[in-house]
């Protein structure tokens, strides 16, 4: 019997699927060119433009062809530690700093150039988990609970550190979390900080979210763990261009070992990011008054719709964290078991394809996140709106006024009628009616 050809891939990668969110939002598009109307709560992207300056930046640096050094653009890296130093307290240099095509990336060269586990408390991105497997590294998941809001305790990393101490091991802390929303208090991640001292991990801080802070009054744990803590930001999501991919990784000086050996694994592969984008991240990083401006009304608009969204959710009987930065909800359809088993609902999965054939909303399935089947918890990002718009309107309210439904009814209405669909759809289900109206 002749063999198939999958058979010569690369076994880590053998069955492996696209990534959740990406898959879920090509499958959404194409439902869109069919003529369906859908509603895009999958994929992550910041429905905010990129800020002004930053497109002109862009467009003056557009004639730049040259390759950029493989670490990065040197006054774009000073730029990356000076932010850094302004939001954190935490000094860094520019040779501390290592730009990529996306965090993303990063995060896989990281994995392949140091050799130790991955620790990921869970819900967790969806890709953290899957590069880990494509290069072989060992995957160690600690769930987290709803009762603690989704957070990892410094008890529960003691506990897993003991277990095989001086073990490697790089640590990854994502806050404002993707998926939840949820973040960290000062006191908890000074006592992260004391356990990492302790069994002298890596950590990898994932703050890709952390100017999207809906107070902005993100802490970083590099504050507490300066010695050991990696840095991971970019302007995917508190500057909206995700698809410039550009990302950057600051380092501690005394980890500048780590740096060189994935700054000769990106030699290799993607030599550098587009010098035109180097360029024009310079000024979203540096800043400024307008920048300050363009966060403040972004993350007004996202705290308001997250209470909404959320109070909504709880009055259908569906289980939700507060969020307290980024565009994220992770709500647990668990109290509504019994009813959703009646419809043939038993997992998480069962419950996201059900929904967007019933109502036409798509959210991912807590399984995407490392979640167990069973739990019926998904992911809802909260992003299906017209940002633009919204930011506009935002400019003629003070900051010391409340934003009401009004406001949301007027410029986020997807958003709130995705939500509603999923309530009533839950209601319908739960009490049996033999059709339901949100189609």
Not at 118 to 135: F, G
Request: glycine share 10%; charged share 25%.
């Amino acid at each position: 019997m002749r063999s198939t050809p999958d058979v010569h891939l690369n076994l880590n990668v053998r069955g492996m699927r696209r990534s959740a969110t990406v898959s879920n939002n090509e499958h959404l598009a194409t439902l869109e060119r069919e003529g369906h109307r859908v509603f895009r709560l999958g994929l992550g992207q910041s429905p905010f433009p990129v800020p002004g300056p930053v497109v002109e930046a862009l467009r003056a640096a557009a004639a730049c062809k040259d390759y950029m050094p493989v670490c990065g653009h040197e006054p774009l890296r000073e730029a990356i530690a000076s932010h850094l130093w302004r939001q954190q307290g935490v000094e860094r240099s520019a040779a501390d700093v290592l730009v990529g095509p996306g965090t993303k990336e990063l995060m896989f060269l990281l994995q392949l150039v140091y050799y130790g586990d991955l620790v990921i408390p869970t819900p967790a991105w969806v890709s953290y988990a899957p590069q880990a497997r494509i290069i072989g590294r060992r995957v160690v998941t600690l769930p987290t609970r709803a009762e603690n809001d989704w957070r990892v305790t410094a008890e529960e990393l003691d506990g897993l550190c003991a277990e095989d101490p001086g073990r490697p091991r790089i640590v990854i802390l994502n806050y404002p979390s993707n998926p939840t929303g949820g973040t960290y208090r000062s006191d908890e991640l000074r006592e992260i900080a004391r356990v990492a001292r302790r069994h002298r991990f890596v950590l990898l801080s994932d703050e890709i979210y952390g100017d999207l802070h809906h107070r902005g009054q993100h802490v970083s744990v590099a504050r507490y763990y300066p010695e050991g803590t990696i840095v991971s930001n970019g302007i995917s999501k508190w500057c909206g261009a995700g698809g410039w991919r550009l990302g950057a990784f600051i380092f501690p000086p005394g980890m500048r070992w780590l740096l060189e050996a994935m700054a000769a694994a990106a030699s290799e592969t993607y030599t550098s990011v587009a010098a035109p984008i180097q360029r024009a991240a310079i000024t979203a990083f540096a800043g400024g008054l307008w920048l300050e401006d363009y966060l403040t009304r972004s993350r007004r608009i996202l705290a308001a719709l997250g209470r909404e969204l959320r109070r909504r959710l709880r009055e259908a009987g569906v289980e939700c964290s507060r969020p307290s930065g980024a565009f994220y909800l992770f709500p647990d359809f668990g109290p509504l078991r019994d009813g959703l088993a009646g419809a043939g609902i038993a997992s998480s999965g069962d419950l996201c394809r059900r929904l967007l054939e019933d109502t036409g909303v798509g959210i991912l399935p807590g399984t995407d996140f490392g979640r167990p089947p069973e739990e019926l918890t998904a992911r809802i990002a909260y992003v299906d709106f017209d940002g633009a718009k919204a930011l506009e309107a935002m400019a003629g309210i003070p900051r010391s006024a409340q934003i009401g439904r009004a406001f949301l009814e007027e410029h986020c209405s997807p958003l709130l009628e995705s939500v509603d669909r999923i309530a009533e759809w839950t209601f319908c289900l739960t009490h049996a009616k033999a059709r339901l109206h949100v189609l």
